[in-house]
């Protein structure tokens, strides 16, 4: 069966977009296809610098044809509703058919359509397609575009001509589609479509006619462009670890970069480049990070050193003395880059122009070093009073001020240091006033531990500075000093009462200030070090303090500009008496009254948050999130210690046969509650009267249900969820016999009504562990 072969080609992509672009134009062209109906048997996409490629097999030459059924109007209808109907088909009245319907016979017409040569459907779909491609940051290109020669090829034609704007990621310059080996003719941004493409952009000359995937790939090998990006990763990979090798290092594991080089290099070629030794005594995350960040060069390392990406290392900022005194290197002195150039002289002069570069580099980098260690950390805590947090939350300084008191709150309740904890939130954004950190934002807390040791700091504070910003992902590591641990939570816990205290929560659209990660972080640090800490305690005081400075600093802002205002026009007092009268109702027992309501509701809403993210948290573990929506949803439950504790127990329990009985038992139970509420318009929560009970099952049930309620309370109490499950199951036989042998409407009205709270005691005593209302299933 024929094949589609389609190449989009541009100026360069920038390579974090090309992996999702080639995944996008894939998407959007088999689903017009399939729209169409026109089916195929495999369809890859492939991105790289200047191109991308989509490659389609087994496609039919043409649509399948198909017939629909028109309804008509009756037999018997009017006469212009046939002729209408008959307009509308192309149809004439012999080609109907008459059906039979409930409602009487009608006209149906059958219209056969052929299908269209797929070629034809191809250069209809594919500009339509193209346009649709969403592009995380694309041109507007306008109507006339003057040419510009550059090169060979189709660089000179003026690629828009006097066509309409286009938005595009770069400019377009080339289109090649074939379809069974034939081009399929379009224009899409003013370039037609045809079977030319061009190679490397230095390696090769000239214009490449293609006809099948199979020769557009090989030609394109022969004008050194490696079409797979899947492949130059493996080139890439292979080279730069043997030549390492060579040396006695290894590359350092950077998977974000090798992503990012495989999309720079159509032609990749792994050179080997030198660091100055005076640039070693640099911390090696500021060696890291500026050959990351500014070159795109891997780091190297000792053979057997345990150095990762991202992963702090250093000795506490004594490193220099540490190596004299015989301790290896944790970055080694050579760096790996990956060009896109063959060169005759073996690469030696391309070596030497980056190891220019990183030299100039390196060199700011160490001025900002040398010039930061100057001043103490402490020092720089007073410059946080320049930097605004937010407008409505403050400057850097008010919040460190938060965190200090947070951190030492949380530091009593988890055994950790309080001096420390309170230490090390006072200096743990100072590092945001260096010239490295503002030359390396990635690099805050990093460097502010390396400054701290300077300073002479004890090294759990250092490590603190370092660690609360962690976990910065899925897979990062969590800290685990327990001073590290308080100043990590209170950094995340003031940063989501901050911005649910003035309203900038989550949407399903944005979470500009990451709230979701700190919730996330927040929970993996509790739950991985067992903390106890009921969220709604810890951070009652932190919400009402930030909700009334809030409200407090906007009151004031709007009773300054009235008073401004007033004195403008000179009313003899009149601003001074309205200004004092204003800060009295501000801060007048209802006022702080009204700001209290507002702040519990938005603490509700946040130990809500919390309960949400944990189901994020927990689904790799396989805990439903309607067990967690169960348990949480009876309140008082902000401990996520104790709460995942009896989720994992309700599940367990539900597991077995007792607990998928009594879940049926329950919905039994709850749904003729519902029903018959509804239609008596009243609650039968009432306690039931023993005297009423008159069937021996229902008399088992009552003493059972009050035996196990105190029974669950102790055990809830006591936290053995486990136990309170046990206790749960032993209600399943009773709770059985009594659904087997009892008429619950009754005709008698008050053993009916007994009976009714008979069963909202057993859905009570249930609730003790969890809303059984809220599992699904």
Not at 329 to 341: E, G, L, P, Q, T
Not at 454 to 474: C, F, Q, S, T
Not at 595 to 603: F, Y
Request: aromatic share 6%; proline share 5%; glycine share 8%.
């Amino acid at each position: 069966m024929p094949d589609l072969l389609l190449e989009l080609f541009s100026e360069e992509i920038p390579a974090r977009m090309q992996a999702q672009a080639a995944k996008d134009l894939e998407r959007l062209v088999v689903g017009a296809l399939s729209d169409r109906g026109l089916l195929f048997e495999g369809a890859k996409s492939f991105a790289g610098p200047r191109r991308l490629t989509l490659a389609i097999t087994g496609l039919p030459a043409k649509q399948p044809d198909v017939s629909e059924e028109l309804k008509g109007p009756k037999v018997d209808a009017a006469q212009a509703a046939l002729d209408g109907f008959l307009r509308k088909t192309g149809l004439a009245k012999e080609q109907l058919k008459i059906e039979k319907t409930p409602k009487g016979d009608v006209y149906i017409g059958v219209i056969a359509r052929k299908g269209r040569a797929t070629a034809e459907v191809l250069a209809e779909i594919l500009p339509e397609t193209f346009a649709k491609l969403p592009w995380r940051k694309s041109m507007r290109w306008p109507q006339k575009v003057p040419p510009r020669p550059f090169g060979v090829g189709p660089y000179g034609k003026g690629p828009f001509g006097t066509h309409a704007p286009v938005r595009w990621v770069r400019p377009l310059h080339g289109i090649v589609c074939t379809f069974d080996g034939e081009v399929v003719p379009f224009e899409f941004a003013g370039v037609t479509s045809g079977n030319i493409t061009y190679g490397h952009r230095f390696l090769s000359q000239g214009p490449i006619e293609v006809r099948r995937f199979e020769d557009y790939q090989e030609k394109l090998r022969h004008a050194h462009v490696i079409l797979d990006p899947e492949q130059r990763k493996e080139i890439i990979l292979h080279d730069a670890r043997n030549k390492a090798f060579a040396q006695r290092l290894a590359v350092v594991e950077d998977a974000g970069l090798i992503e990012e080089v495989v999309g720079l290099a159509e032609w990749p070629v792994v050179q080997i480049g030198s660091i100055e030794d005076a640039f070693m005594e640099l911390p090696p995350e500021i060696l890291q990070t500026s050959m990351r960040t500014h070159q795109k060069y891997f780091a190297t390392k000792p053979l057997g050193a345990p150095l990762k990406r991202g992963a702090p290392q250093g000795d506490g900022g004594r490193h220099a003395e540490a190596r004299a005194a015989g301790e290896p290197r944790s970055i080694a002195n050579r760096f790996v880059v990956v060009a896109n150039m063959a060169a005759e002289d073996g690469g030696k002069e391309i070596v030497a122009g980056n190891e220019r570069v990183l030299r100039a580099r390196l060199s700011d980098a160490k001025f900002f070093w040398d010039q930061d260690r100057k001043r103490t950390l402490e020092s720089r805590v007073d410059d946080l009073k320049n930097i605004v947090f937010h407008a409505k939350l403050g400057t850097q300084y008010e919040r460190v001020e938060r965190i200090e008191a947070l951190a030492g709150e949380i530091a009593e309740k988890i055994g950790a240091d309080v001096i420390k904890a309170k230490r090390a939130a006072r200096l743990c954004k100072a590092d945001l006033t260096t010239g490295v950190v503002g030359e390396f934002p990635e690099l805050q807390g990093v460097m502010g531990r390396y400054c701290a040791l300077h300073d002479g700091e004890d090294p759990d504070v250092a490590d603190a500075i370092r660690d609360h910003y962690k976990p910065l992902g899925p897979h990062d590591a969590v800290p685990t000093n327990k001073v590290s641990i308080a100043v990590a939570l209170a950094d995340k816990l003031d940063q989501l009462v901050g911005f649910f205290a003035i309203g900038e929560k989550p949407t399903g659209s944005g979470d500009p200030y990451a709230l979701r990660r700190a919730a996330l972080g927040s929970i993996r640090i509790v739950l991985g070090e067992r903390l106890r800490l009921p969220l709604s305690v810890l951070l009652a005081r932190p919400f009402l303090l930030t909700t009334m400075n809030v409200a407090a600093e906007t009151a004031t802002t709007k009773i300054a500009g009235a008073a401004a205002a007033l004195n403008e026009i000179d009313l003899e007092g009149t601003a001074g008496r309205v200004v004092e009268t204003a800060l009295d109702n501000l801060i007048s027992d209802e006022a702080v009254a009204k700001v209290r309501i507002a702040s519990e509701r938005e603490l509700k809403q946040l130990v809500e948050f919390f309960a949400d993210r944990l189901k994020v948290a927990l689904r790799e573990k396989g805990t439903r999130h309607d067990l967690i929506d169960a348990v949480f949803s009876l309140g008082n439950e902000d401990d996520l210690v104790r709460l995942v504790a009896r989720v994992e127990a309700l599940q367990a329990f539900l597991k077995t046969d007792d607990g998928a009985n009594l879940l049926v038992a329950y919905r039994r139970a709850a749904n003729i509650l519902r029903d018959e509420e509804k239609r008596d318009k009243t609650s039968y929560d009432g306690d039931p009267d023993p005297e009423l009970l008159s069937a021996p099952e229902e008399k088992t049930l009552f003493v059972e249900l009050a035996t196990a309620s105190e029974l669950i309370r102790a055990e809830v109490g006591r936290e053995r969820f486990v136990e309170a499950m046990g206790v749960m199951a032993r209600l399943r036989a009773p709770v059985d016999a009594f659904f087997d042998k009892v008429t619950v409407n009754d005709k008698n009205p008050e053993l009916r009504k007994n009976r009714l709270k008979l069963l909202s005691r057993l859905r009570a005593t249930l609730h003790l562990v969890a809303d059984f209302s809220k599992i699904e299933g």
